[in-house]
């Protein structure tokens, strides 16, 4: 079929030339053949599979090169860098970043939000390369980077580090040191996470941008010089919790899109960019097979670019591996994914079907990759094949391994480090962190078992509490005798106390460390993530469903909920294709949740009908809904039937029911447990007790050690008698009756996400009426509107009082779900918001300053969850957006500390 | 009841509390009673709590109750949420119901 060959080179010449030009057409004329002879080869040339047909009229063609898209290494930084989304969705980020750069006299300032792993360390680092190629920037100005996370520990060295030590400043400065201003001086400092600044740095910070003058930590004045163009960047919530001043100094304000707000083709051209770095690093070309390559494209990668691109090098990795092993080239397939990047059901509009990479040669390798001069994976797997040259393949072979093993592990600990537990160093000092996480590494080599990130937090606490004690120099109480654990586990907790006296200085006893030993234990069944009832989240909307189940596994902590998008535009026929993929995805599922926005169309509803699992179909879905069922189905003990009727109570109208009345009787009881009774119980029922709310002050709770063998307490049936315990809270899973246990790090890690925050409020004794209210009914949470809507028209001067209260109505529900504020709070808290809306449309139209009752409460000393000001700003921007209104900066911080349900509010 | 009636009425940051003051202000005028309604914060109540004669707290600052109470405890003074449904029909005349009936 020589014939067919000269087709496919000219069509293959032809694209190069214009990938538009590729018609049969065109082909003919090219070799003078006739259009349907030329039609013909073509046909068959798509059947072998050499070149493929575009959507559209008149039929265009393309060149495929075998089963795969190749990635060329690159060498050298070429002139082109390729700012992906440049053209879209980053155009006005770049520019603007652009503009901020090339002004090194008179820097304008530029501060960049966006979720965690969207890029915007990586955005910095391209905006500084491409002023240099493109627009003159000297080469040798500075561009410092620098994450304030990695110091929030100790919030007087994140200061040093940037402007400057001087000697003396505190005990261990023994020398001056220059700041990460001096160096920056002429140029650029990249501050991540700027928001960790502590409000002392971030005046400083001020200084600097506002007068160019700044001091070293321990000097005296402000007499250091520096011009510095400052690039902050912070995940968008925290972006109001700046100090106004320092807000203000920003020039620009950018908001980075997440990825799955990119398009198509930027994640596609970020596959590229990545794979094309590994393809540096290992210094040969990367063949991506078409599946893995649509897997890239399709998966939800909630960890945002950072995590596309931890992914891509773990999948690299492993397909090296292969190579290694004897392969000719290094092809990446599907099963070199990590599991979860594979497309999901929301993915419905398949429009990328026939669209393939082209290859891409020109990709440089990451500035980040070249800073640091550290063997990358490739160069670790050569050399320690040369290492083992003489050893038998089997033992290579494993060694090979287990070198790639820890590197994944390694990126999937950074990740998820990075997604749930920044916030550690609020319960444990950072020295006892780093000591664990060192020694989890070394268990895992020596010992072979792993140590995961539940436990080394358990652990942690549980040391911090012995240390606490210790310097507190209570006497150390009675200690009971315990039995002994596997000997592994032993062995791993000898490592650990002995890494405690080298690096912390603590030494532990003997029996304190046959405690920690049991610590290493595994609980599998408690910290069991593994679902049997599957949760599907369904909506219509382009993404309504899976940004939902998004945010509630990423607050889970674990992928338990999926979803199915339906957009409007898309056909029956496809929604329901996706759906019964997702059933059949779902073989283990004893049944399924579907928590959808509106009944389903019959089309879906034959689909569930015929599936082999029962499943329960739960309207009018919303957020706090999708993280309860997640929550519920993660618990081992409940049905589908229990969460569904459960979930449904859920719904407007109806009131979570109090528990049962045998509850009412008794007074309210929390146990805190642990192995000694006393540390970490103590500290996690100190703990509780300042985060329950006025209305929760009956409960008891109370320390309670547990056995650690038997792991179990006559000390809870006692407290049985005459209480009833709702919760036990603790390191040392507990089960007693029905009582449900909750991990303390479930507790600690953020209140209001927490089981027992569900726990306590739906056993709360039927509210005492207040006495002064007893001549008037108390409002119900249908009238508030209707209320507050006949109040505020009574006292505005400018607000739209319907338009507000509809903009609230689309709204309330998430609110109310998310605080759980009774009627009259919630009262309280729409009148308020009212009236600053009120005022800022006085003042916007009037132009005059209405000055506000001075503040008795300053926002910024507060720490507000981050998830309440997540939603007061949504909740704003509506009516910002309905009124053309701008709220102050900080109105947000204002409304969720006026919804805080404990005592934080107390004036200072 | 020949003598002045001074009420407070507390919120967080007085964006409620001084339109709710001014209707119980007419509300008062209107039946021709002594009574002065004040407007303020949670904070400087703290301070001049015993320059009235009773306190009234809104809604959104429920959760301090035990601290304010406490103040007026101190001042000798009564304290009381505003009734709910009062506050959020901004209803003068309920409020100045109450008032009286607290200082009875």
Avoid at chain 1, 72 to 96: D, F, H, Q, R, Y
Avoid at chain 1, 148 to 157: H, I, K, S, T, V
Avoid at chain 1, 306 to 313: F, V
Avoid at chain 1, 474 to 487: D, K, N, Q, V, Y
Wanted: proline content about 5%; charged content about 25%.
């Amino acid at each position: 079929m020589e014939r067919a060959d000269d087709v496919l080179q000219t069509l293959e010449a032809m694209y190069e030339e214009d990938p538009e030009s590729v018609t049969a057409m065109s082909v003919a004329k090219r070799l003078q053949l006739e259009r349907s002879t030329a039609s013909r080869y073509l046909n068959e040339l798509v059947k072998a599979g050499k070149i493929e047909k575009k959507r559209g009229r008149p039929v265009k063609y393309r060149p495929l090169s075998e089963d795969t898209v190749h990635v060329e290494p690159v060498n050298a930084l070429t002139e082109n860098i390729p700012m992906i989304g440049a053209t879209e969705s980053l155009e006005e980020v770049i520019e603007k970043g652009l503009a901020a750069l090339l002004y090194p006299s008179s820097p304008l300032h530029l501060l960049l939000s966006g979720e965690t792993g969207a890029g915007k360390s990586f955005l910095a680092e391209t905006i500084y390369d491409i002023a240099v190629q493109h627009h003159n920037l000297d080469p040798k100005t500075p561009f410092v980077t620098f994450n304030c996370a990695d110091y929030a520990q100790n919030p007087e060295l994140l200061v040093g580090q940037i402007f400057g030590i001087k000697k003396g400043a505190f005990t261990g400065a023994t020398q001056d040191e220059f700041g990460l201003v001096a160096k920056a001086d002429g140029g650029v400092l990249f501050l991540d996470e700027i928001h960790r600044l502590p409000s002392s740095g971030q005046e400083m910070l001020f200084s600097l941008i506002d007068k160019g003058v700044y001091r070293r930590l321990g000097e005296a004045t402000l007499d250091r010089h520096a011009t510095v163009t400052i690039i902050g960047a912070t995940t968008e919530a925290i972006e109001r919790s700046l100090l106004d001043t320092l807000l203000r100094r920003f020039s620009f304000k950018l908001r980075i899109p997440s990825l799955r707000e990119r398009t198509v083709d930027e994640r596609s051209e970020f596959i590229h960019y990545f794979l094309a770095q590994e393809s540096h690093k290992m210094g040969r070309q990367i063949a991506l097979d078409r599946e893995a390559y649509n897997r890239f494209l399709r998966y939800r990668c909630s960890g945002n670019i950072g995590q596309l691109k931890s992914d891509i090098q773990i999948a690299c990795a492993q397909a090296f591996l292969r190579f290694m092993n004897g392969g000719t080239q290094v092809i990446v397939k599907p099963a070199d994914l990590p599991d979860y990047v594979r497309p999901e059901a929301e993915d419905v509009p398949k429009v990328h079907e026939n669209t393939y990479l082209e290859i891409a040669s020109d990709v440089p390798n990451g500035k980040a990759g070249n800073a640091r001069k550290m063997p990358t994976i490739y160069e670790r797997l050569l050399t320690k094949r040369d290492q083992l040259g003489e050893a038998d393949a089997n033992e290579l072979d494993h060694e090979l391994r287990q070198e790639v093993n820890r590197y994944i592990s390694q990126l999937v600990q950074r990740s998820e480090e990075h997604l749930h537990l920044n916030n550690w160093g609020q319960y444990i000092d950072e020295d006892i962190t780093a000591t664990l996480r060192g020694e989890a590494d070394e268990i895992r080599k020596q010992e072979g078992f792993d140590v995961n990130l539940n436990q080394i937090f358990v652990l942690s606490l549980h040391i911090q509490a012995y240390r606490d004690r210790i310097l507190s120099e209570e006497p150390i109480r009675f200690f009971p005798e315990i039995g002994r654990t596997e000997a592994k586990y032993h062995r791993a907790a000898k490592m650990l106390a002995t890494a405690l006296r080298d690096k912390n200085n603590l030494l532990l006893p003997e029996e304190e460390i046959t405690l920690l030993a049991h610590l290493f234990v595994p609980h599998s069944e408690a910290f069991d993530r593994s679902a049997s009832i599957t949760v599907l989240i369904t909506s219509l909307g382009e993404c309504t469903a899976s940004s939902m189940s998004d945010v509630a596994n990423h607050l889970l902590g674990s992928p338990v909920t999926v979803s199915l998008d339906r957009p409007l535009a898309a056909p029956v026929e496809q929604t329901k294709a996706y759906l019964e993929k997702v059933i059949r995805k779902q073989p283990h599922s004893e049944g399924m949740l579907i928590l959808t926005d509106i009944d389903l169309p019959a089309e879906l509803k034959n689909v569930l009908t015929s599936a082999a699992q029962p499943y329960k179909l739960i309207p009018n879905v919303h957020l706090n809904m999708v993280t309860e069922a997640g929550r519920k189905v993660m618990t081992p003990h409940y049905t589908l039937e229990g969460i569904s009727e459960e979930l449904q109570a859920l719904n407007p109208g109806e009131h979570v029911a109090g528990n049962p009345s045998a509850l009412q009787n008794k007074p309210r009881f929390i146990a805190t447990v642990c192995f000694t009774g006393e540390r970490t119980a103590s500290f996690l029922k100190h703990w509780i007790e300042q985060s329950l709310s006025f209305d929760d002050q009956d409960v008891v709770i109370e320390a309670v050690q547990i056995d650690p063998v038997a792991r179990n307490t006559d000390r809870i049936y006692e407290i049985m008698e005459v209480y009833s315990i709702i919760a036990i809270v603790g390191t040392v899973p507990v089960h007693v009756g029905n009582v449900p246990f909750i991990p303390a790090w479930e507790v600690l890690r953020d209140e209001k996400s927490s089981r027992l925050y569900d726990i306590v409020l739906s056993t709360r004794p039927e509210a005492v009426t207040p006495a002064e209210a007893n001549s008037y009914e108390p409002v119900q949470f249908a009238e508030v509107l209707d209320l507050i809507m006949k109040g505020l028209s009574e006292i505005v001067e400018k607000l739209d009082v319907s338009l507000y209260i509809s903009v609230l109505k689309q709204h309330i529900h998430s609110l109310r779900q998310h605080f759980r504020w009774d009627p009259e709070r919630e009262i309280g808290i729409m009148m308020h918001l009212g009236m600053l809306t009120d005022r800022v449309l006085m003042e916007q139209q009037t132009g005059l300053v209405y000055t506000s009752e001075s503040r008795r409460i300053d926002i910024h000393s507060l720490a507000l969850p981050a998830g309440d000001l997540h939603l007061w700003n949504l909740v704003l921007a509506a009516l910002e957006e309905a009124n053309s209104i701008h709220y102050p900066n900080d109105a947000a911080a204002e409304m969720t500390a006026l919804s805080q349900p404990a005592t934080v509010l107390e004036s200072t | 009841m020949s003598e002045q009636i001074n009420v407070v009425i507390l919120c967080s940051w007085g964006a409620t509390s001084s339109s709710l003051a001014q209707k119980v202000q007419e509300a008062a005028k209107e039946r021709g009673l002594d009574v002065v309604a004040h407007a303020g914060g949670t904070g400087e109540f703290k301070e001049k709590a015993s320059t009235y004669d009773v306190a009234l707290l809104e809604p959104q600052v429920r959760h301090l109750k035990k601290e304010m109470q406490k103040v007026a405890d101190n001042a000798e003074i009564p304290l009381a949420m505003v009734d709910q449904r009062a506050f959020a029909l901004m209803d003068g005349n309920k409020v100045l119901d109450q008032v009286l009936e607290l200082v009875k």
